[in-house]
């Protein structure tokens, strides 16, 4: 499991490298993660690592690279 949500993190790095600052809804369609809960600890693999920072913006949650 911790070599998908590795994986998974590196499908989310290269969306937001490739594309900016992102929600959450976006980077699911960009990386085709299947599930939130995949998608979830693939941002918390990242926030670990101090990779990428969330903002709530008119009641979205935006994830951008740091």
């Known amino acids: 499991m911790i070599e998908s949500i590795g994986m998974n993190a590196g499908l989310v790095w290269n969306a937001l490298n490739e594309g900016g600052r992102m929600d959450v809804k976006s980077i699911k369609k960009a990386t085709k993660i299947k599930s939130e809960k995949e998608l979830y600890a693939a941002f918390g693999w990242l926030a670990k690592e101090n990779k990428i920072a ?11 690279l740091i």
């Open 54 to 64: 969330f903002e709530e913006e008119d009641a979205n949650l935006m994830v951008s």
